[in-house]
T-cell receptor
Framework: GENVEQHPSTLSVQEGDSAVIKCTYSDSASNYFPWYKQELGKRPQLIIDIRSNVGEKKDQRIAVTLNKTAKHFSLHITETQPEDSAVYFC????????????FGKGTHLIIQP | DGGITQSPKYLFRKEGQNVTLSCEQNLNHDAMYWYRQDPGQGLRLIYYSQIVNDFQKGDIAEGYSVSREKKESFPLTVTSAQKNPTAFYLCASSPTRTGYEQYFGPGTRLTVT
């Protein structure tokens, strides 16, 4: 089955700086890669996603890049703000049907004032 | 994701008892999913359903059972056979049968003692 590795587990950046979180996946047939933001005790919220036929997608301060050859994808947050502090999860959906998502273990992003 | 509800928010049970977690959605979504989240871990797929009266095992289905008698409802039963049932349980739904764009409910925190 699919395996998703996520790094780093904790990331501390100064407010206004950029943050980058990286994930690798194992199944070359995976075709959908969402990112979720989860605040303490709350539900994960879908913040951006990318499909395998696209290399990059941007939504305001958030962008995701995908390298299918290397089987890795990354989340980029620019001009970080205090409300960006949360745990971020990457995930991959395997090819061939609705197998659900395989998640990374999460990155705790801390925005320092 | 406001159209996905889970109840109760907190649930306490004694070891050896079965317990059923509720998940309802009014979004007319086809697919529904159950994930389990443990502290410091990503989400892991328990079961999913693409259509009424059909469901598939995920990565960690042992000790769990589900039903999908109505499109809006996908209850999860945690049986006494589940060795470590204490966790945060999250239900999700997707407008497609292929698993894209999964939106989560608020979760049920189950504690078994």
């Amino acid at each position: 089955g699919e395996n998703v590795e996520q790094h780093p587990s904790t990331l501390s950046v100064q407010e206004g700086d950029s943050a980058v979180i990286k994930c690798t996946y194992s199944d070359s047939a995976s075709n959908y890669f969402p990112w979720y933001k989860q605040e303490l005790g709350k539900r994960p919220q879908l913040i951006i996603d990318i499909r395998s036929n696209v290399g990059e997608k941007k939504d305001q301060r958030i962008a995701v890049t995908l390298n299918k050859t290397a089987k890795h994808f990354s989340l980029h947050i620019t001009e970080t703000q205090p409300e960006d502090s949360a745990v971020y999860f990457c995930a991959a959906r395997g090819g061939g049907g609705a197998d659900g998502l395989t998640f990374g273990k999460g990155t705790h992003l801390i925005i320092q004032p | 994701d406001g159209g996905i509800t889970q109840s109760p928010k907190y649930l306490f049970r004694k070891e050896g008892q079965n317990v059923t977690l509720s998940c309802e959605q009014n979004l007319n979504h086809d697919a529904m999913y159950w994930y389990r989240q443990d502290p410091g871990q990503g989400l892991r797929l328990i079961y999913y359903s693409q259509i009424v009266n059909d469901f598939q095992k995920g990565d960690i289905a042992e000790g769990y059972s589900v039903s999908r008698e109505k499109k809006e409802s996908f209850p999860l039963t945690v049986t006494s056979a589940q060795k470590n049932p204490t966790a945060f349980y999250l239900c999700a739904s997707s407008p497609t049968r292929t698993g894209y764009e999964q939106y989560f409910g608020p979760g049920t925190r189950l504690t078994v003692t």
